[in-house]
């Protein structure tokens, strides 16, 4: 009895290390991320309050059919122009990401659950939670601000199913260096 419950214990423990090795890796300048399988890759121009902004955003959809709990998997990084950094000093990260939040929380027309501060190795962040479509989904996202670029990761899944192995995973597999 112990033999099979250790042989099933090892197939258990390597079909996850299988599944863990097929995502893709995205590396960029300045950073690094594991998504499911290949993001869609986009770059806008964004207007904001000082002015225009290039917004490099990769997203990915899971077919419907998948098991896959989440529905979204996102990621995006805006570079500031350094001389608001230099004028603002610590106060400018705190802008910006108190910004990002509330852009977030209405560009769902949701509600904000929680907010509270993290760092990823040294640099400072931020991780909130929204209620999107009054209960239907919930968004998890990390915004993390390395002098002047800002980091956004994002997952969405319907509620009930947020807190799940792939959006821990694809959260906390951004490496910025």
Known sequence: ???????????????SLTQMQDWYKLEGKGFSISFP????????????????????????????????????????RVKYPEKYLLQLGNNFAKGVMDGMINGAVKSVEGKLLSDKEVSHNGIPGR???VDYGNGTAIVKMNFYMNRTDLYSVQTIAY?????NQNAERFLKSLVIK
């Open 159 to 163: 509620t009930g199913k947020e807190n």
């Open 37 to 76: 399988a290949a993001p869609a890759i986009d770059s806008t121009d964004v207007e904001s309050a000082i002015g225009k902004l290039r917004t490099y955003t990769y997203m990915f959809e899971p077919e419907e059919s998948s098991k896959d709990s989440n529905v979204l998997y996102g990621f995006s």
């Open 127 to 129: 991780q909130i939670t």
């Open 1 to 15: 009895m112990l033999k099979l419950f250790l042989s099933l214990a090892l197939l258990t423990l390597l079909l």
